[in-house]
């Protein structure tokens, strides 16, 4: 089994910075996909930041230049460093994974989730 856990999140005044991090454990191999997700009251989960490959990341268009993805293979965390906050990013951000087990068995997992607040 593997377990996913969120940290980071907060209350900031528009224009800060916060960093999530997603850190792993359990029985993990190697992460294979991964990505942050937030939804905000009364609206769908949307995706964030996404990393489907190596070395690609596709990122929600109102953050791009804003959110930069990536992760230490060495602790199985991922980060969502977040820049230039504004008011609409206040969400609950999740973390995902594509992890492959040490049995080699592939599974998608979710964090718990960590609220993101911005005041305007």
């Keep these: 089994q593997v377990q996913l856990v969120e940290s980071g999140g907060g209350l900031v005044q528009a224009g800060g910075s916060l960093r999530l991090s997603c850190t792993a454990s359990g029985s993990i191999f190697r992460i294979d996909a991964m990505g942050w997700y937030r939804q905000a009251p009364g609206k769908q989960r949307e995706a964030v930041a996404t990393n489907p490959s190596g070395g ?65």
């Design 56 to 120: 690609i990341t596709i990122y929600e268009d109102s953050v791009k230049g804003r959110f930069t993805i990536s992760r230490d293979n060495a602790k199985n965390t991922m980060y969502l460093q977040m820049n230039n906050l504004k008011p609409e990013d206040t969400a609950v951000y999740y973390c995902n994974a594509e992890v492959t087990s040490t049995a080699r068995s592939r599974t998608t997992y979710w964090g718990r989730g960590t609220q993101v607040t911005v005041s305007s």
